[in-house]
Structure formats: structure tokens, C-alpha cells
């Protein structure tokens, strides 16, 4: 009999270690990945010096904002350190009140940061993120001939939040971020030059997936 009951404990608390590593297994968010799928304002709060033949023409410069699909895909490496990768394309417009408009651009602004999740299995799971972007700009449009814009590294400031929907792997997302991007402009051979600041925030909500 006592052979009975020892056999029974032990089956007890191998049942009791299995239900805790399938409940830890349900909550441990390292080695996960989510992927999210964002609707995005894009504002910039430019800055430029444009000068013709070497004289600065003065004048404010203004950059149009624009809404675009943004996509991210994050890695969890510990359950709250994570690194996100961000990919978005968004077209400008740079007009300056003196010298009018110097030009249309897109912008391709990949960009990785890495995150602090609060608490990612919360019923709001706050983050914070910093990290740097590499923006290319192409096909730009302009009256100046021969325009360029050259490429250019900066920094990424993130905050925000996922809210699960249910308890399924699918919840609702909330981001914020201030994208530091410049650039120097160049046009008819070098006699118009010009160095910009976009320095975006970028404000989004979307959907995403735990997996």
C-alpha cells in the first residue's frame, strides 16, 4: 500500500511539473516573434539652409506630411529585451517660401531598434525603443536640373503599445516615433546646395500577430 502512495505522490507532482512548464511555456515571450501591419502619419519638422552660387537665400523651408503602410517584425531575445526591424516608403514634397519648390522625393527609411517591454504578457504591454535608420531617397522630381539627394544615417526614438485582442495571438497596436533624418540636396551642377533636416514623427496604429 505505502508502495501505492508513493507511486501516486510521484505521479502527482510530475503532473503538477508538467501543468507548471506548459503554464511557463504559454507565458515566456523569449524566442518569440510578432509582426505588425500599421497605418502611419508621417510629419516632419524640417529645417534647411538652401544657397545659390554660395548665398543663402534665408526664407522658411517646408516639408508636406504624408500617411503610408508601415510594417515592423520584432524578435523577443529575453522576455523583455527585443529588437524591432521597421520598413516604410514615404514621399515629400520640400518648398521653401523664397525659393518655392525645390523638389519632390521618396524616402526609404529602414530602421532597427531595440525595445524594453513593461510587461509583455500584460493587458497593455508598454515599450520603449532606440535604435538608427539608414534613409535612401530616389526618383525625386524637381524645375532644378540634375537634383540629388544624398543618403544619410540617424537615430530613432519609440514608445508604445500592444493591447492583445482576447486571448488569441493577435492584438491591437499603438507607436510613436521621432526618426532623425537630414540630407544635403544639390542641383545645376552645385550652384544650388542645400542641407536639410526631416526629423519625422512618425504616429501609427495597426494590428499585429504573436508567434
Not at 13 to 37: D, I, Y
Not at 115 to 135: C, S
Amino acid at each position: 500500500m505505502k508502495v501505492m502512495h508513493a507511486a501516486a505522490a510521484i505521479l502527482l507532482m510530475a503532473g503538477a511539473a508538467q501543468a507548471q512548464e506548459t503554464a511557463q511555456e504559454s507565458t515566456n515571450v523569449a524566442g518569440h516573434f510578432q509582426v505588425r501591419l500599421r497605418g502611419a502619419a508621417v510629419v516632419p519638422d524640417p529645417s534647411a539652409t538652401i544657397s545659390i552660387a554660395g548665398v543663402n537665400i534665408g526664407g522658411t523651408t517646408k516639408v508636406s506630411d504624408s500617411f503610408v503602410p508601415e510594417a515592423d517584425l520584432t524578435y523577443f531575445i529575453t522576455d523583455n529585451i527585443a529588437v524591432e526591424a521597421i520598413a516604410a516608403v514615404t514621399k515629400h514634397t520640400v518648398r521653401n517660401s523664397v525659393a518655392g519648390t525645390v523638389s519632390s522625393v521618396w524616402l526609404l527609411p529602414p530602421t532597427i531598434t531595440a525595445q524594453y517591454h513593461f510587461d509583455p504578457n500584460g493587458p497593455i504591454r508598454p515599450y520603449v525603443g532606440a535604435g538608427i535608420n539608414y534613409t535612401v531617397f530616389y526618383d525625386p522630381h524637381s524645375a532644378l536640373p540634375n537634383i540629388g539627394f544624398k543618403n544619410s544615417f540617424g537615430w530613432a526614438l519609440q514608445a508604445g503599445a500592444d493591447v492583445p485582442v482576447g486571448d488569441g495571438p493577435y492584438f491591437l497596436n499603438f507607436d510613436v516615433k521621432k526618426v532623425f533624418i537630414g540630407t544635403h540636396i544639390r542641383a545645376a551642377g552645385g550652384v544650388v546646395q542645400a542641407s536639410a533636416r526631416l526629423n519625422p514623427w512618425i504616429i501609427g496604429a495597426g494590428l499585429g500577430l504573436r508567434f
